[in-house]
């Protein structure tokens, strides 16, 4: 879903804040599992594969995930585990716990260390979401004075749902090391009663579209989605979630 809007995701709450905003479990109470998987630009080097667990409690919403990037001659794992918690109604905050790793096969071997993410999300009004949303704020590096460091990204968006068929939500994202902020705009339409279909667009230094389609009924979600981007060319990506009813 998220690809589909460009990744307008920050202020939306589902399984998929596990790796977009954690404060969205808060507004989550459900057992359920998710796979994800993208082939970036259509090159077996970059595919992007995750799973994750969500697991309601009276605290809040836990939730496990693992991310594998990468190829065997070089591949990134990032290890989570997240709590998100509502504190009201309209306000909820989460925290991740990561154990990040890279691997190269040319004798530099296998590195690793713990960075951590934490979101805000807010409902000031009906049907209209903030979210705001930081990677690894503490700028933690794989390795002590290693000049390749783990990027600290902010997100913050904004989202608006025109009663249940229309959504329509706008999101920055900065990487402290880019110079421009990455804009992205993402809409979806409700199309008939378990079909939605999504459009988005990002722009940065080139510009990236995207489209997709979901089908969600009863305790099953599954979407489907493309990015081109003008210069590198397609991306394909698929999820699939089940609640354990």
Request: contains cysteine.
């Amino acid at each position: 879903r998220a690809a589909a809007l460009s990744n307008v995701a920050v202020m939306h709450p589902d399984f998929w804040s596990l790796w977009h905003n954690q404060a969205g479990l808060g507004y989550y109470p459900h057992f359920a599992a998710g796979i994800h998987h993208e082939n970036r630009f259509l090159v077996p080097e970059l595919a992007l594969s995750c799973i994750g667990i969500t697991l309601p409690t009276s605290t809040g919403t836990f939730g496990v995930s693992w991310s594998h990037f990468g190829s065997p001659v070089y591949h990134e794992n990032k290890f989570g585990l997240a709590l998100g918690r509502a504190f009201h109604e309209r306000f909820s905050a989460g925290l991740q716990f990561n154990y990040l790793d890279a691997y190269i096969r040319d004798g530099s071997g296998r590195s690793g260390t713990v960075a951590i993410e934490a979101g805000l999300m807010a409902e000031p009004l009906d049907k209209l979401m903030i979210g705001f949303h930081v990677f690894n704020p503490t700028a933690a590096r794989l390795q002590a004075g290693r000049e390749e460091r783990i990027p600290v990204i902010m997100r913050m968006g904004i989202g608006y749902s025109f009663g249940a068929k229309l959504f329509l939500g706008a999101e920055t994202e900065k990487d402290l090391d880019v110079g421009k902020a990455l804009l992205k705009l993402g809409l979806e339409y409700r199309l008939i009663k378990y079909i939605y279909i999504r459009t988005g667009l990002s722009v940065q230094e080139y510009v990236q579209h995207s489209f997709g389609v979901g089908f969600h009924k009863f305790n099953v979600q599954a979407d489907l989605a493309f990015s081109f981007q003008q210069i590198l060319g397609y991306s394909p990506y698929f999820s699939l979630r089940y609640v354990f009813r």
